[in-house]
């Protein structure tokens, strides 16, 4: 009796500690340091606002020119046809008081015209862009205080031309006196030091477009736009990416939403724990009748 009671309670705590590792909690450290997420879930038309799904900074953004949410993304054709051009502004600066930030965001571009831009800190010395004189790559420009301008560039895979038509995920990070890095679909593509300097950090932020007119103008889709105040690791990169997981369809989401991904899609770890108390417990059951 000692040992099935001992077998029971062993397979009862095994159980516990993979409900726990599951549990929502312990996977939401994707919110530690979140300063703000758009994933633009709530269809808004050109114009409109767009609500923050998760932020401390600025909680609202506003649609410019013909820019609009819908299908779960935010779409832009990549020209100007009012005053400022397609791009979802939000004003104010989420950046201020942090030497150590991740930006990304998932993209879909209709074509890849050079200057395009992901994310721009306007005046604040940040760049998220792909500028076809540095070849066919992504790349990342910041203006560290007090000096010139720097670049961390990457060609994938894929390369900005290769990727037109779907969905690439596209994140960079920078740790003042450390590394500055870009990924692609969840790979580390590109590293630099980036010396003692902080981010001149004062400047709206605008997303898709350069200066708030033509400059740089992104023709397509973004999604799930976000920045931390912290450098995420390598396993939260790939979670957003969806490496393992099919992608943009299996990706994690900043808030910590989880999508299907492939097919064959492997248990939960509760649930798998789940099973094997119960098939315990019936083992332990017919033992006592034998």
């Known amino acids: ?10 397979a009862a705590g095994v159980a516990m500690v993979c409900l726990l590792s599951a549990a929502p909690g312990a996977q939401g450290a994707l919110t530690d340091g979140l300063r703000v997420a758009y994933e633009f879930n709530t269809d808004v038309g050109a114009g409109g606002t767009v609500n923050a799904d998760y932020g401390t900074g600025n909680q609202t953004g506003t649609l410019r020119d013909d820019a609009y949410v819908g299908g779960g993304a935010l779409n832009l054709d990549g020209t100007q046809d009012g005053t400022y051009g397609d ?3 939000l004003g104010g600066n989420q950046v201020t008081g942090s030497d150590n930030l991740t930006f990304a965001s998932w993209v879909n571009l209709d074509s890849a ?18 500028l076809s004189g540095w070849g066919d ?12 301008w720097k670049v961390v560039k990457s060609s994938g895979p894929p390369t900005p031309t290769e990727s037109v038509g779907q969905w690439v995920h596209v994140l960079s990070t920078y740790q003042r006196n450390g590394p500055v890095t870009m990924w692609i679909n969840g790979s580390k593509t590109d590293e ?8 001149l950090q004062s400047g709206t932020i605008m997303v898709g477009s350069n200066q708030g007119g033509a400059g740089g103008l992104l023709p397509g ?10 450098v995420l690791t390598q396993g939260e990169i790939e979670a957003l990416a969806g490496m393992d997981t099919g992608g943009y369809e299996g990706r994690t989401t900043p808030t910590g939403q989880t999508f299907g991904g492939s097919e064959e899609e492997v248990p939960e770890p509760a649930t798998m724990a789940l ?3 119960g098939v315990g417990a019936l083992a332990l059951r017919r033992r006592r009748r034998a």
């Open 1 to 10: 009796m000692k040992t099935q009671r001992n077998i029971t309670m062993l």
């Open 87 to 89: 791009h979802l502004n």
């Open 113 to 130: 015209p050079s200057g395009l831009h992901i994310t721009r800190i306007h005046n604040g010395g940040f760049n998220l862009t792909y």
């Open 137 to 148: 790559k992504w790349a990342i420009e910041w203006h560290p205080t007090n000096w010139g």
């Open 192 to 199: 630099i030091t980036a010396g003692d300097y902080a981010l």
């Open 221 to 230: 889709k973004i999604d799930d736009w976000a920045i931390w105040g912290r």
């Open 275 to 277: 099973v094997g108390l």
